[in-house]
């Protein structure tokens, strides 16, 4: 069973970058399998601070964890301060997933924590390799866990 911690950039990234929560940040961080690091498409404050954001992944996470960048309020475009061109550029220099979701209108929420599940499964779970193994009546092929 997997495990989702949270955590806002307007309550808690200064608090991180004066130190006075580093060891929960760490904790969070320390272990994680996947990470989604969020911005508000109609904040662009949210949208600078990925970079600070990113950093403290880097330097608290496994370098294995995997990293989606997700851009929400998909649906206030009449709103919108960062454009999806911007957000995926943005992932693009990170070298991560990115996706646009509304938590208002339910848009790509499900889908963004399957994307994480599926490359966190897909890196965490054994291979099948496929092996041959001679016999008196010709090759037997059987699938085993490497």
Same mark, same amino acid.
């Given at each position: 069973?997997?495990?989702?911690?949270?955590?806002?950039?307007?309550?808690?990234?200064?608090?991180?970058?004066?130190?006075?929560?580093?060891?929960?940040?760490?904790?969070?961080?320390?272990?994680?399998?996947?990470?989604?690091?969020?911005?508000?498409?109609?904040?662009?404050?949210?949208?600078?601070?990925? #970079?600070?954001?990113?950093?403290?992944?880097? =330097? /608290?996470?496994?370098? @294995? &964890?995997?990293?989606?960048?997700?851009?929400?309020? %998909?649906?206030?475009?009449?709103?919108?301060?960062?454009?999806?061109?911007?957000?995926? #550029?943005?992932?693009?220099?990170?070298?991560? =997933? /990115?996706?646009?979701? @509304? &938590?208002?209108?339910?848009?790509?929420?499900?889908? %963004?924590?399957?994307?994480?599940?599926?490359?966190?499964?897909?890196?965490?779970?054994?291979?099948?390799?496929?092996?041959?193994?001679?016999?008196?009546?010709?090759?037997?092929?059987?699938?085993?866990?490497?």
């Amino acid at each position: 069973m997997g495990h989702c911690w949270t955590g806002t950039f307007q309550d808690y990234h200064e608090h991180i970058l004066q130190g006075y929560d580093i060891l929960n940040l760490t904790n969070m961080c320390t272990g994680a399998h996947g990470i989604i690091v969020v911005y508000d498409v109609t904040d662009r404050e949210s949208f600078r601070a990925v #970079d600070n954001w990113m950093a403290d992944v880097d =330097k /608290f996470a496994s370098e @294995s &964890a995997i990293k989606l960048l997700v851009a929400n309020k %998909a649906d206030a475009d009449e709103k919108r301060k960062v454009s999806l061109q911007e957000g995926k #550029d943005l992932a693009a220099h990170y070298n991560v =997933k /990115f996706m646009e979701t @509304s &938590a208002k209108t339910a848009q790509n929420v499900m889908e %963004a924590f399957s994307t994480l599940a599926r490359e966190i499964k897909g890196k965490v779970m054994p291979k099948k390799k496929t092996v041959t193994t001679p016999s008196a009546s010709g090759i037997v092929r059987c699938n085993n866990e490497l």
